[in-house]
């Protein structure tokens, strides 16, 4: 591990399934307390890189490399991918359903060196998602969608995570819980942690971003700044159907 790569760096990624190759090439970077939106049209790859800079399988990686301050993470697993500091919001959620809030929130928890300075503790996460503490003592099952969605998030962020990856955030929600998990995700801007955020919903991801990387039959095909984005009709149109 070098001490002086700090941040993702993603070469050369060429990742897929059995079936078909569905990342070619991705170059991609998030340098530290960055917010990066990705954004693409429904099956252009999105997901797939988001699992795969998390370890999760499939996909599997054939080609390219995934280094993390320093180090290679490249077909690392999951877990070992989590010890590193990075940290998934899956699509769908995905909370355990048969343990209460509390439960997911402590049974994935973790403590570790050289993360963000202001840990992330059950008090902390109860502040930030006023709404899990008085539904601390339910079953996750019970939870409505916005609640999981607020659940999903800080279960995340329970592992002290240094880079926050968030598949869809918004999908599924209504228009008032989506004000909600927008502020809140808002609110991690400037605390020493990076986020990468693939979502559909355009507007949302422009608003939340720093910087904004198109994604499209699993090539980048274009970043930059949000308002350079909204600015661009022809982009916006050719890219996003917009």
């Known amino acids: 591990m070098s001490d002086d790569v700090r941040g993702l760096t993603v070469t050369g990624l060429t990742a897929g399934y059995a079936t078909a ?20 049209r429904n099956g252009m790859g999105k997901t797939t890189l988001v699992r795969t800079l998390a370890g ?48 997911n929130l402590t049974v994935t928890s973790k403590r ?73 995700i808002a609110g991690l801007r400037g605390s020493g942690l990076s986020v990468l955020i693939a979502e559909q919903n355009v507007e949302l991801a422009l608003d939340m971003a720093d910087r904004v990387v198109v994604i499209e039959d699993g090539e980048i095909r274009w970043t930059g700044l949000p308002g350079a984005l909204r600015e661009d009709t022809a982009l916006l149109e050719k890219y996003l159907s917009i």
């Open 21 to 40: 190759q569905v990342l070619h090439g991705v170059d991609l970077t998030i340098a530290p307390d960055e917010t990066v939106a990705l954004i693409g």
């Open 56 to 103: 999760l399988r499939p996909p599997t990686v054939t080609a390219g490399s995934i280094v993390y301050n320093g180090d290679d993470v490249t077909k690392k697993p999951s877990h070992l991918i989590s010890r590193v500091g990075i940290a998934i919001v899956p699509q769908g959620r995905h909370v355990f359903g048969s343990l209460t809030v509390v439960e």
């Open 112 to 184: 570790r060196r050289n993360a963000i300075p202001d840990p992330w503790t059950l008090e902390r996460v109860f502040d930030f998602f006023p709404r899990l503490a008085e539904r601390q003592k339910s079953f996750a099952r019970s939870l409505s969608g916005g609640e999981q969605q607020m659940l999903a998030i800080a279960r995340a962020l329970m592992t002290n995570p240094t880079l926050l990856l968030m598949d869809e955030p918004s999908e599924g929600l209504a228009p008032s819980v989506l004000d909600v998990i927008q502020d809140r």
